[in-house]
């Protein structure tokens, strides 16, 4: 599983930014997929998360009605649509492959971790 992320930046309070993940080492669409992310001196955190054919989504509480997560499986890629962002959302974001039969929600039904991004907010 190679999984990379990009689109992040630096960007003002109330802007938007979507982030992209490939996913170019297997059968993409055999695995959920998620958003994580963690601020400096935090633990990581979930962000969102989508099945396997994109109908079922989570999202953590701090995003919900901003962040949209959704996913092609013609082009192996994961999305995180990001609107009105705000300074608490300044994080390295990292996406990650759904194994197993664990929570949609938890650190541990995700692997790898990919190479993240760094998404800066500035107020």
């Known amino acids: 599983v190679q999984l990379q992320a990009s689109g992040g930046g630096l960007v003002q309070a109330g802007d938007s930014l979507r982030l992209s993940c490939v996913d170019s080492g297997r059968t993409f669409s055999d695995n959920g997929m998620g958003w994580f992310r963690q601020a400096p001196g935090k633990e990581r955190e979930f962000v969102a998360s989508?099945?396997?054919?994109?109908?079922?989504?989570y999202y953590a509480d701090s995003v919900k009605g901003r962040f949209t997560i959704s996913r092609d499986n013609a082009r192996n890629t994961v999305y995180l649509q990001m609107s009105t962002l705000r300074s608490e959302d300044t994080a390295v974001y990292y996406c990650?492959?759904?194994?197993?039969?664990?929570?949609?929600?938890?650190?541990?039904?995700?692997?790898?971790w990919g190479q993240g991004t760094q998404v800066t907010v500035s107020s």
């Open positions: 989508i099945g396997r054919n994109g109908r079922i989504k």
């Open positions: 990650a492959a759904k194994y197993g039969s664990g929570s949609y929600i938890s650190l541990d039904s995700f692997k790898p």
